[in-house]
């Protein structure tokens, strides 16, 4: 069975780094597009970023352009998104996601496999 479990959320000043964390088991990641989408209170969910099954493509979204940085390591199963110089708006629940079919645009992006989400939260 194909599961994603997100880690690495947690609550971190305006201006510092997170690293989020997305373990996949039960598929070989090798084979998916994997994304980092996220959904704030009362706002609908989007897309930040997403990296080809091989890694040599990316995309992200305007809003994350140059401060966050998507990764992955097909051979420990794990997908990585670097936040930098985290800002009150990125606040949201973080969802890790997985398609056969590459994002090309993340922000319209429909994967079929899901985790549960790790809250970011950015306040001092």
């Known amino acids: 069975q194909l599961q994603l479990v997100e880690s690495g959320g947690g609550l971190v000043q305006p201006g510092g780094p997170l690293r989020l964390s997305c373990a996949a088991s039960?598929?070989?990641?090798?084979?998916?597009?994997i994304g980092w989408f996220r959904q704030a209170p009362g706002k609908e969910r989007e897309g930040v970023s997403c990296?080809?099954?091989?890694?040599?493509?990316?995309n992200y979204a305007d809003s994350v352009k140059g401060r966050f940085t998507i990764s992955r390591d097909n051979a420990e199963n794990m997908v990585y998104l670097q936040m930098n110089s985290l800002k009150p708006e990125d606040i949201a629940i973080y969802y890790c996601?997985?398609?056969?079919?590459?994002?090309?645009?993340?922000?319209?992006?429909?994967?079929?496999?899901w985790g549960q989400g790790t809250q970011v939260t950015v306040s001092s």
């Open positions: 990296i080809s099954s091989s890694g040599g493509s990316t």
């Open positions: 996601a997985a398609d056969r079919t590459w994002c090309g645009r993340v922000g319209v992006w429909r994967p079929d496999y």
């Open positions: 039960g598929f070989r990641l090798d084979r998916y597009a």
